[in-house]
C-alpha cells in the first residue's frame, strides 16, 4: 500500500532487481579472472609494463631533441643508445657492488653481534631482562641485518633485470611514430577515449619526468649524506633511494632502512640517527616543499589509494608491480572508470576532493607518442 507523509505520498526506493545485481557481478567476475591471468604471466607483461613506464618518462627527451631539428630516427636513436648506455652501467655497477656487500657480510655480522652486545648490557643495566626479553620475542640481530641486505639485493637484482626490458623499449621507441599514425586511423582523433588516452600519456609523462628529477636531487643528497658520514657503498644507496623514488609513499621507507641499519652496524646509534634525520629532512623537504610547487596537484588520486595500490600491484605483479602501482591505478581510472557512466563515481571515489587537474601539467596537445614521429 502506499504511505502517505505530510498529505504527500511517499515513492519506496526501488529495490535491486536480478538485471542489476547481474551487471554488477560479471564486470566483477571479469576482473578477477583478468587479474587471475596477470599474476600468472607478470613474469612476461612486466619487462613489457615497465619498458611502456620508462618510454613515458623518456617522451619529453624525444620531443625536446625533434623541437632542436634532428629527424625522427636520429632522435629514437639518440635516445636509445642512451637508455642503453645507462641502462649498462647501472647493471654493471650494481652486480659489482652486490657482490662488494655479499662478500662483507660476514665482518658486518661480527660487527653487528658487537653493537648488539654493547645495546644488550645497557638494557641490563636499565634493569631490562634482556634474556626473557629475547626468547619471548625470538629477536636476533643477524636475521634483521640479513633481511636488510636480502631486500636492498632483491630490489637491485629488479632493477638489474633489463635485458627484456631494454630490447622492448628500444621497439617501442623506434615504432611510437607508426603506432600513434596508425591508433589516429583507427578510432579517430576526436573519439572520447582518444582524448583520454592523450591526456593520460601527457600527464603522467609530465609527472614522472618531474617525479624523476626529484628523485635524482634527492639521492644525491642522501649520497653526499652517507658519503660525509662515512658509511660503505653511499652511492649504491643514492642509486636505491632514486629507484624506489617511484615508489609512493613506502619507497623512502625502502630507502631508509638499509643505510641506516649499515651505519648502526659500522658507527653505531648516533651515526645512524644522524642517517635517519637526514634521509627524513633531505626527502622530506623535497616531497613537501619543492614537489608539490613543481607537480601541482598530483594526477587525482588519494594518498590511500596510492597506497593501496602499491600493495595490491606488489602482491599482482611482485617488485615490479610496485614501481608500476602509480601508472597502471592511473590507467584504469582514465581509460575505464571515467569512460563509463556506471564507473565514473568509482573514479570519483578514488580521486582527490576537487578532481583539479595537477598545476605543473600542459593543456590539451599534441599526444606524446608523436614526438618521436
Do not use: C
Not at 623537504?285 to 606488489?314: C, E, H, K, Q
Amino acid at each position: 500500500m502506499p504511505r502517505w507523509a505530510g498529505g504527500r505520498r511517499i515513492r519506496a526506493m526501488p529495490g535491486p532487481t536480478r538485471a542489476s545485481i547481474t551487471r554488477l557481478l560479471l564486470p566483477l567476475a571479469a576482473s578477477v579472472i583478468v587479474l587471475a591471468g596477470v599474476k600468472q604471466a607478470a613474469g612476461i607483461l612486466n619487462p613489457l609494463l615497465l619498458a611502456l613506464f620508462i618510454l613515458l618518462v623518456l617522451v619529453p627527451m624525444l620531443r625536446w631533441l625533434r623541437e632542436r631539428g634532428l629527424p625522427g630516427w636520429l632522435a629514437v636513436t639518440t635516445v636509445a643508445s642512451f637508455v642503453l648506455l645507462v641502462g649498462a652501467v647501472g647493471v654493471t655497477y650494481t652486480v659489482v657492488t652486490a657482490k662488494e656487500i655479499s662478500d662483507k657480510l660476514p665482518e658486518y655480522k661480527d660487527q653487528l653481534a658487537e653493537r648488539q652486545e654493547t645495546v644488550e648490557n645497557w638494557l641490563e643495566e636499565q634493569g631490562v631482562d634482556v634474556a626473557a626479553l629475547k626468547e619471548d620475542n625470538n629477536l636476533d640481530g643477524n636475521d634483521a641485518l640479513q633481511f636488510a641486505v636480502d631486500f636492498a639485493l632483491g630490489m637491485a637484482s629488479t632493477l638489474t633485470s633489463t635485458v627484456l626490458m631494454g630490447v622492448v623499449l628500444v621497439y617501442l621507441l623506434a615504432e611510437s611514430a607508426g603506432y600513434s599514425k596508425r591508433f589516429h586511423r583507427a578510432i579517430g582523433e576526436q573519439a572520447p577515449f582518444h582524448r583520454a588516452l592523450e591526456d593520460f600519456a601527457r600527464d603522467l609523462g609530465k609527472f614522472m619526468n618531474l617525479r624523476a628529477w626529484l628523485g635524482l636531487i634527492a639521492a644525491i643528497f642522501d649520497a653526499i649524506l652517507l658519503w660525509a658520514l662515512g658509511v660503505d657503498f653511499a652511492v649504491f644507496w643514492g642509486v636505491l633511494s632514486f629507484a624506489m623514488s617511484f615508489i609512493p609513499n613506502v619507497g623512502f621507507i625502502i630507502a631508509l632502512v638499509p643505510p641506516t641499519v649499515l651505519a648502526f652496524i659500522e658507527f653505531g646509534v648516533v651515526k645512524s640517527l644522524v642517517v635517519l634525520g637526514g634521509y627524513i629532512a633531505i626527502n622530506s623537504g623535497i616531497d613537501y616543499i619543492v614537489a608539490p610547487r613543481m607537480l601541482g596537484r598530483g594526477l587525482n588520486l588519494s594518498p590511500l589509494v596510492t597506497f593501496l595500490a602499491v600493495v595490491f600491484w606488489a602482491w599482482i605483479l611482485g617488485a615490479p608491480g610496485a614501481f608500476l602501482a602509480l601508472p597502471l591505478t592511473l590507467a584504469i581510472k582514465k581509460l575505464v572508470l571515467e569512460q563509463f557512466e556506471e564507473t565514473r563515481w568509482i573514479a570519483a571515489v578514488i580521486g582527490t576532493d576537487d578532481g583539479a587537474r595537477p598545476a605543473a601539467l600542459e593543456p590539451a596537445g599534441e599526444a606524446p607518442a608523436d614526438a618521436a614521429g
